[in-house]
């Protein structure tokens, strides 16, 4: 199984500051790696896909790069609905499908 | 608009049964794979179990396998899961998620579902 391991934790940021989270994969996932956004009391909510593919209606101000086991989630300039949990999920060959733990962004 | 419409979760005791539905709505139900996610209190994503267009490619989490059963229902636009044996640490909210076209990451959620299991 591949484990995945987002850092930080907890991410404090200002609103309008550049918010920048990571995930590493136990092992290479290709490009098969998902971000989601959970606001409390919430579904999750798909934003990114393929590494760095915006699922539709997804504000420019996200995006994600890299590849094999070492990926970002960038979030260009924070409004006050971006203040949520974001996971990210590998979903290379065949399940089981692995999330990481949550990177938790809190107003500063 | 793509909907999907959960039922069924509630309070059970251990070693007890439930089952879990989710309807479809807004897309052709028939052309995709679907899967279930969990979630405990206060905790992260899991991803449970999923379920290949036609229902003969199925996948469990090694938690849940044996106890769970995924499956369709492509006439009525629903998806299901058996949930037997329950446990303690089942207690979660359910989410039914539909796959991306390229598959295995989870475009559309439904609303969840909140599983309890306790005496």
């Known amino acids: 199984e591949v484990v995945m391991t987002q850092s930080p934790a907890t991410l404090s940021v200002s609103p309008g500051e550049r918010a920048t989270l990571s995930c590493r994969a136990s092992?290479?996932?290709?490009?098969?790696l998902a971000w989601y956004q959970q606001r409390p009391g919430q579904a999750p909510r798909l934003l990114i896909y393929g590494a760095f593919s915006r699922a539709t209606g997804i504000p420019a101000r996200f995006s994600g790069s890299g590849s094999g086991t070492e990926f970002t989630l960038t979030i260009s300039s924070l409004q006050s609905e971006d203040f949520a949990v974001y996971y990210c999920?590998?979903?290379?060959?065949?399940?089981?499908?692995?999330f990481g733990q949550g990177t938790k962004v809190e107003i500063k | 608009e793509v909907q999907l419409l959960q039922s069924g979760g509630g309070v059970v005791k251990p070693g007890g049964s439930l089952r879990l539905s989710c309807a479809a709505s807004g897309f052709t139900f028939s052309s995709y794979n679907m899967n279930w996610v969990r979630q405990a209190p206060g905790k992260g994503l899991e991803w449970v179990s999923s379920?290949?267009?036609?229902?003969?490619?199925?996948y469990y989490a090694d938690s849940v396998k044996g106890r769970f059963t995924i499956s369709r229902d492509n006439a009525k636009n629903s998806l299901y899961l058996q949930l037997d044996s329950l446990r303690g640490e089942d207690t979660a909210v359910y989410y039914c998620?539909?796959?991306?076209?390229?598959?295995?990451?989870?475009?559309?959620w439904g609303q969840g579902t909140l599983v309890t299991v306790s005496s």
């Open positions: 999920q590998q979903y290379n060959n065949r399940p089981p499908w692995t």
């Open positions: 092992q290479s996932v290709n490009s098969n």
């Open positions: 379920i290949n267009l036609y229902g003969n490619y199925i």
């Open positions: 998620a539909r796959d991306g076209e390229v598959g295995g990451f989870n475009d559309f």
